[in-house]
């Protein structure tokens, strides 16, 4: 079955600093989803890629999907304490059923 | 903006008995489905719903487990007779073509 790995498990992170998270996964993606979800709360979608080499932004949170459609990468910018939460990673299969990795804790210190 | 919606926020039963948990998707979505979370654990996905039928179904999908769109507008899942383990976080998500998936605040389900 097809694994994905979010490296590092958590970050701590000084407010204004810029930082990468990554999502490796064990084949080939076809579809690579981002969300973030608050401790105890719903997921929010923030992007999805499709193309090896697609990269998407939205306001300072930037994703790119490798040429080989193995690993991707979320880069935010001048990191605020909005951004703090946890990062997840998902794949899509048959039936547009979506698997996560375990995701990643950011928090941003003020 | 619209959004997915669910109730109750939190559910607390007694081991045995049957919760409902509800869900309204966006109102022109066609794909629903429904996830949980574990405490401490990850997202996994249990079934997904389109055209008035199961799509796909988990392993943890069995037999106490089914789902419903009894209307236009809302999509339930039912646990007929619960047990200690299922306690998580439980997801709603609906999408318009079955690619970006929006998702629900979720329900706190707690068994005791």
């Known amino acids: 079955s097809q694994e994905l790995e979010q490296s590092p498990q958590s970050l701590i992170v000084q407010e204004g600093k810029n930082l990468t998270i990554n999502c490796t996964s064990s084949k080939t993606l076809y579809g690579l989803y981002w969300y973030k979800q608050k401790y105890g709360e719903g997921l929010i979608f923030l992007m999805m890629l499709q193309k090896g080499g697609e990269e998407k932004s939205h306001e300072k949170i930037t994703a790119k999907l490798d040429e080989k459609k193995q690993q991707s990468s979320l880069h935010i910018t001048a990191s605020q304490p909005s951004h703090a939460g946890i990062y997840l990673c998902?794949?899509?299969?048959?039936?547009?059923?979506?698997?996560f990795g375990k995701g990643i804790t950011l928090s941003v210190r003020p | 903006e619209p959004e997915v919606t669910q109730t109750p926020s939190h559910q607390v039963t007694q081991m045995g008995q049957e919760v409902i948990l509800r869900c309204v998707p966006i109102?022109?979505?066609?794909?629903f489905y429904w996830y949980r979370q574990i405490l401490g654990q990850k997202v996994e996905f249990l079934v997904s719903f389109y055209n008035n039928e199961i799509s796909e179904k988990s392993e943890i999908f069995d037999d106490q487990f089914s789902v419903e769109r009894p209307d236009g507008s809302n999509f339930t899942l039912k646990i007929r007779s619960t047990k200690l383990e299922d306690s998580a976080m439980y997801f709603c998500?609906?999408?318009?073509?079955?690619?970006?998936?929006?998702f629900g605040p979720g329900t706190r389900l707690t068994v005791l």
């Open positions: 998500a609906s999408s318009d073509r079955g690619v970006e998936q929006f």
């Open positions: 998902g794949y899509t299969g048959a039936n547009s059923k979506l698997t």
């Open positions: 109102s022109n979505h066609l794909y």
